[in-house]
């Protein structure tokens, strides 16, 4: 059974804390992506990598890392340093960047 | 800088109705444009993919259009059901990303 995964459905994050979204496909895709979606806003690319071991920054990166160790995942960790967090995140896979984007089932992220 | 737009914002139509939803982008420098279609608290599903050489696409019921020059794109959805009500965000794919309208929410009443 194909596809793109994401855990949990629902993260809490407490004041100061790291926290990572996990992302995992079983498609084959060299290309993976992390988008962030708030009330109102399209979505807004965070990081993107086409290769492992390679990533580069999307519009909107700082207070965010990922990792892309495994072709399969491509885990986002959401920093401290991130004042604004709350909000739906969004990850995706592609065969290559001009490809069709298949989306995962979304993380949604709440600050307590 | 790439900046696309969705009209209406909303739209709410009886069953059965044809209708039409709208994209326009700024940059005509595109390799595809592609639809989506997102239900509440979830991913987003693929619908059509145009590359920039093609005129339109179809799957179904549905029909979407590219016209690079002017920078617009639409998805023509045919007999509408209560199954279609969703959000509908059309992309753009630039070098290296794709750029995201802000959604047409669409609600079809039985």
Redesign the interface.
Known sequence: DGGIT?SPKYLFRKEGQNVTLSCEQNLNHDAM?W?RQDP??????IY?S?IVNDF?K?DIAEGYSVSREKKESFPLTVTSAQKNPTA?Y?C?SAGS??????????T?LLVL | KQEVTQIPAALSVPEGENLVLNCSFTDSAIYNLQWFRQDPGKGLTSLLLIQSSQREQTSGRLNASLDKSSGRSTLYIAASQPGDSATYLCAVSGFQKLVFGTGTRLLVSP
């Open positions: 994401q992506y988008y109102g806003q399209g979505l807004r690319l993107y086409q580069q999307g739906f969004l995706a960047l001009q490809e069709t984007q298949y989306f995962g089932p979304g949604r």
